[in-house]
């Protein structure tokens, strides 16, 4: 049976708290895309009423990670291939804006601790304790966002950041080690280059490539997602 885990909730914003914790159980594989979402089952699993709960719930079905049903109660909302569409065009535009300024505005020193943290990267190829690199992969995008120095930019990726990881969650069950390092070489040299419309090239690629592939493993070879214009 698997271990009840212990969350220390504190008295002030505890539906925000709570929120966060059913987003990290999602993320985690506790909860799944089309999952019952039961109220008094995490009321009970985190010593607090159900209130806070269905406070967090509402909260959630507003970031459109959960769907409430009538006479059903709330589940997690099921990812249709449009929603990975949206997500997906939606990165394009942004990430690539992101990395073309990130090209003139990130610091030598930014680019050279990027690298480092690359290298070490690629010393967890061989490292048996590390199963993947989805995480690192997410940090080096997540690290161009900032890079940009656009507020407003990384205020639009925090709004759809968990969309983001719930997609590279499913997708990075079906990738490699070797295959995060190899493909996220490219924006780091893109970085390197300084050449802004390279960089803005390669990141459209990149995400596109992504998405294909999430289709593909999605069994989804309907021509109709491939013609769609690629924004």
């Keep these: 049976m698997r271990e009840t885990k212990k969350f220390i909730i504190e008295k002030q914003n505890i539906s925000d708290e709570i929120s966060e914790i059913i987003?990290?159980?999602?993320?985690?594989?506790?909860?799944?895309?089309?999952?019952?979402?039961?109220e008094t089952k995490i009321a009970k699993e985190l010593n607090v009423s159900q209130t806070p709960v269905r406070e967090a719930i509402r909260k959630l079905a507003g970031e459109d990670i959960v769907t409430i049903i009538p006479n059903r109660g709330p589940s997690v909302?099921?990812?249709?291939?449009?929603?990975?569409?949206?997500?997906?065009?939606?990165?394009?535009?942004?990430?690539?804006?992101?990395?073309?300024?990130?090209?003139?505005?990130?610091?030598?020193?930014?680019?050279?601790?990027?690298?480092?943290?690359?290298e070490n990267m690629k010393v967890k190829l061989n490292d048996n304790s590390v199963s993947s690199l989805l995480q690192d992969s997410h940090f080096l995008h997540q690290s161009i966002i900032y890079l940009s120095k656009h507020k407003k930019l990384i205020h639009m990726y925090k709004t759809i950041s968990f969309q983001i990881s719930l997609v590279n969650r499913?997708?990075?069950?079906?990738?490699?080690?070797?295959?995060?390092?190899?493909?996220?070489?490219?924006?780091?040299?893109?970085?390197?280059?300084?050449?802004p419309d390279h960089a803005e090239s390669v990141m459209k690629?990149?995400?596109?490539?992504?998405?294909?592939?999430?289709?593909?493993?999605?069994?989804?070879s309907d021509a109709a997602f491939k013609q769609k214009e690629w924004f």
């Design 205 to 220: 690629s990149h995400i596109k490539r992504s998405y294909f592939e999430f289709a593909a493993i999605n069994g989804e």
């Design 77 to 118: 909302r099921l990812l249709e291939m449009e929603d990975v569409f949206e997500i997906y065009s939606l990165r394009a535009v942004y990430e690539s804006l992101a990395i073309r300024l990130a090209v003139k505005n990130a610091s030598d020193e930014d680019v050279e601790n990027l690298s480092r943290f690359y």
């Design 170 to 195: 499913i997708l990075g069950s079906q990738s490699t080690k070797q295959k995060e390092v190899d493909q996220h070489w490219e924006l780091l040299d893109a970085l390197i280059r300084r050449d």
């Design 23 to 38: 987003k990290q159980q999602i993320l985690e594989g506790e909860l799944n895309p089309g999952d019952r979402i039961i």
